[in-house]
């Protein structure tokens, strides 16, 4: 059974870092393209990141470009999200998700957590 | 970026009824479209992927089709389990962008 396990949402001040972390299992993770997405309280839902399957490619949503890095590390089926300068409207539930696929481009989410909220206020 | 546009953005219906969501893009996305379902408190639900390829394990009374700029899920006879906010997303480019979201509320 695919498990993804989403862990590291807090209160945080604006301008703070936080470090969200994605526990996966259930599936050979190193072959597969992650993501993250989020959605905002009573909002829809916004995609923020992909990672290819070995890390060597990464895309951001360009509301979070230069302050936000998505990272992996495939030995311990795990995927990372550095947050950085956050903002009030980084406020959101962060989920992680698997793609179909494990191409450059990424396609669609088949599994996703729970979600993570962060919760960025002073 | 790719915009989505879903029409309505909520709609009434009771159990049996059928029901149909649009979601409209802005730009030619050939058939990379996909729908979800999310209940109120949970993750959302792949649907319908490749604008018409049923997820497996959902029920087949749920369709998907289109191409280019414009798609549909279709509910065939809606079930109790059925109401949720559904939500189109297009894998075409980058960003992947999603609809705002319908939600299907009981008459």
């Known amino acids: 059974e695919v498990q993804l396990v989403e862990s590291g949402g807090l209160v945080i001040q604006p301008g703070g870092s936080l470090r969200l972390s994605c526990a996966a299992s259930g599936f050979t993770f190193r072959d597969y393209t992650m993501h993250w997405v989020r959605q905002a309280p009573g909002k829809g839902l916004e995609w923020v990141s992909l990672?290819?399957?070995?890390?060597?490619?990464?895309f951001y949503a360009d509301s979070v470009k230069g302050r936000f890095a998505i990272s992996r590390d495939n030995s311990k089926n795990s995927l990372y999200l550095q947050m950085n300068t956050l903002r009030t409207e980084d406020t959101a539930l962060y989920y992680c998700?698997?793609?179909?696929?494990?191409?450059?481009?990424?396609?669609?989410?088949?599994?996703w957590g729970q979600g993570t909220l962060v919760t960025v206020s002073s | 970026d790719i915009q989505m546009t879903q029409s309505p953005s909520s709609v009434s219906a009771s159990v049996g009824d059928r029901v149909t969501i649009t979601c409209r893009a802005s730009?030619?996305?050939?058939?990379?479209l996909a729908w979800y379902q999310q209940k109120p408190g949970k993750a959302p639900k792949l649907l319908i992927y490749a604008a018409s390829r049923l997820q497996g394990g959902v029920p087949s009374g749920f369709s998907g089709s289109g191409s280019g700029t414009d798609f549909t899920l279709t509910i065939n006879s809606v079930q109790p389990e059925d109401f949720a906010t559904y939500y189109c997303q297009q894998a075409n480019s980058f960003p992947h962008t999603f609809g705002q979201g319908t939600k299907l509320e009981i008459k």
């Open positions: 998700a698997k793609d179909t696929g494990s191409s450059i481009r990424g396609y669609y989410f088949d599994f």
């Open positions: 730009q030619d996305i050939s058939r990379w």
């Open positions: 990672i290819t399957w070995d890390g060597g490619s990464t």
